[in-house]
């Protein structure tokens, strides 16, 4: 018996920033979350290896983007999201005096949450997560718990008890050899993520969904690790729509344009 | 901050091209210094290293390279446990990443990836890296430690003559538990498109392979590259990854970026926003690349291409 357990990050959906026009800060308690992308394509690689003896597949999560009151009910519609993806259960870590956490203290709270299960074989992740993009977690998650660690896995094969892996590194493609238990990042490349059917979808009410609090877990304090701020970043296009009455028109006002701008210079 | 403690990590090259950077940050504050762990040992390596200001280098005599984050984490927590290092500094790459995150969880320390410029106060130092792709910039103020993945490009040495580089070699224990069955070199990049002034990018507005020839005379006219969004090198595989722009792929700066058939992902806006026009070209109105266009034009692509590629030819007498 053991488990496979998937790190799902409910990660700030960048395709909906809002900034405060006085402040020019990203108003991050308002904008929506959701599944950061390629925790999907982790979740759907549990899911296709869970045919190797793993009898269930654990999706945890921790409600770093605050404040806790707004966020819960919304981090669990996400988490029914997660179930309906393939995961048998789903666990959240969620705490008000969770609020932007470094990825130090992450990792600590998902080493106990993997320790609470039990019988975890094979932690998976995304590379990295669309938000902050800084592919820290799943590392310190091996880290913590004294388990070898293969990032940027395009491609896994599973035999005889090891794993054999093509990861995807700047210059070069490697293929390496390791025994589980371990920890594994994988890149958007390894599958493609199904949609959930209506069944999954309906099955996925039923399913469990365990709720923690720190101090259900190990730790004791959280402290800040660095000082953050953000602000947003001024992109001024234009946006102009050219019209015209055929392409023929579209195209010669472009181009126009485009010699005003100093791009083209006719000759 | 009084004085600063900097280890820097990595092959030869890198030790060399971070020297710029971590001595303006150790002359920010007097009395520190800096060291570097060398991961790549060479005695080559180890001789010119010895004229680029770092007041000591650790080096592997019983290893050529460290290769996997197992050796590299061992080698940085023995030298981080003799000097307590205010930073540790290397470049951010993929390994680097990994080797951040798996050491500075033993010796709790914040990971500051893709750094892509530091700000200076009296107190202390500000790392500004780019998050929530691209739209946010996230200014992260050192208040201890930290390990800093920088992502600038290399900044040269700066001569300092009144300081003798001393070498100490460290003995490593580790046994790895990743094995590496093989490691294959990709073919290195023809395209720059860091460095391109003019981009025709290619989105899945392409209906074949075959049509994407077109963007390729378009480019070759206008003297730019070809870039592509994620669906074209991740998934169709059309082009290979360095015309990829993006969040995963290049972060792209040109005079002019003109989007052709592509939706405009918020992983793809990331890449191109230090573009100084961008045109994009789309059947759907409603497509987000619109709004991150300086001049979108709404139709066929198939239509534009060739009547663009002409009128330029003809403005450019080619």
Redo the contacts between chains.
């Keep these: 018996m053991s488990s496979i357990a998937v790190l799902v990050k409910l990660a700030?959906d960048?395709?909906q920033?809002r900034f405060d026009p006085s402040t020019n800060k990203?108003l991050l308690s308002d904008i929506p979350l959701k599944i950061s992308?390629i925790d999907r394509n982790a979740l759907e690689e549990a899911n296709r290896l869970r045919q190797y003896g793993f009898n269930k597949v654990v999706s945890i999560s921790v409600l770093t983007w605050g404040p806790y009151s707004k966020r819960l009910q919304e981090a669990q519609n996400l988490l029914r999201e997660i179930l309906a993806l393939g995961a048998d259960e789903a666990v959240l870590v969620a705490d008000e005096k969770i609020t932007d956490l470094?990825?130090?203290y992450t990792?600590k709270i998902i080493a106990d949450v993997i320790k609470k299960i039990g019988d975890v074989r094979l932690i998976l992740a995304g590379e990295a997560t669309?938000?902050?993009?800084?592919?820290?977690?799943?590392?310190?998650v091996?880290?913590?718990l004294d388990l070898?660690?293969?990032?940027?896995a395009r491609k896994i094969d599973y035999k005889d008890g090891k794993l054999?892996i093509e990861r995807?590194?700047?210059?070069?493609?490697?293929?390496?050899?390791?025994?589980l238990p371990a920890v594994i990042s994988v890149?958007?490349?390894i599958n493609?993520p199904k949609l959930p059917t209506l069944m999954q979808i309906r099955a996925a009410m039923k399913k469990p969904l365990t709720i923690y609090k720190l101090q259900d877990l190990a730790i004791t304090s959280l402290e800040?690790?660095?000082?953050?701020?953000?602000?947003?970043?001024k992109?001024s296009?234009?946006?102009?729509?050219?019209e015209g009455k055929d392409?023929?028109e579209?195209?010669?006002k472009?181009?126009e344009?485009?010699?005003s701008?100093g791009?083209?210079?006719?000759? | 901050m009084k004085q600063i403690k900097v280890l820097v990590v990595g092959e030869e090259r890198e030790i060399n091209d971070l020297s710029g950077v971590v001595h303006q940050i150790i002359n920010k504050f007097p009395g520190g210094y800096s060291d570097a762990l060398l991961r790549v040992y060479s005695e080559n390596s180890l001789s010119k290293l010895e004229k680029v200001g770092y007041r000591k280098i650790y080096y592997t005599p019983n290893k050529e390279g460290l290769d996997t984050y197992e050796e590299v984490s061992e080698a940085i927590t023995k030298v981080y446990d003799k000097e307590n290092y205010d930073l540790i500094i290397t470049f951010s790459t993929k390994l680097y990443k990994e080797i951040a995150g798996y050491v500075s969880q033993k010796i709790k320390l914040p990971v500051i990836p893709d750094v892509s410029s530091i700000n200076f106060s009296n107190e202390t130092i500000v790392f500004i890296r780019s998050v929530m792709a691209g739209r946010v910039r996230s200014l992260e103020k050192l208040i201890k430690k930290a390990f800093v993945l920088i992502s600038l490009g290399r900044s040269a040495p700066t001569k300092i003559s009144d300081t003798k580089t001393v070498t100490e070699p460290i003995e490593l224990v580790t046994k790895p538990k990743i094995k590496i069955i093989e490691r294959k070199p990709k073919r290195a990049a023809a395209v720059k498109l860091e460095e391109a002034d003019i981009i025709i990018s290619v989105g899945r507005g392409f209906k074949s392979e075959a049509d994407i020839k077109a963007a390729f005379e378009l480019a070759e006219i206008l003297g730019g590259q070809v870039g592509c969004s994620r669906p074209i090198a991740a998934d169709l595989k059309w082009l290979p990854e360095e015309h990829w722009v993006g969040l995963s792929g290049k972060k792209v700066k040109p005079k002019l970026y003109l989007a052709l058939g592509i939706s405009g992902q918020p992983q793809h806006i990331a890449g191109i926003i230090d573009s100084r026009i961008v045109v994009a070209v789309n059947k759907d109105p409603n497509a987000p690349i619109f709004k991150n266009a300086d001049y979108g034009i709404v139709g066929d692509l198939y239509e534009f291409l060739p009547i663009f590629t002409k009128k330029v030819r003809e403005i450019l007498k080619k």
């Design positions: 700030i960048t395709g920033m990203p992308d470094d990825s130090y990792a669309v938000d902050k993009f800084t592919s820290q977690v799943p590392a310190r091996a880290s913590e070898p660690y293969v990032g940027f054999i995807d590194l700047e210059n070069y493609l490697e293929t390496v050899e390791v025994y890149t958007r490349e493609t800040q690790l660095v000082e953050k701020n953000y602000e947003g970043v992109v296009r234009k946006g102009l729509i050219i392409m023929n579209k195209i010669s472009l181009i344009y485009l010699i701008e791009i083209l210079t006719p000759r």
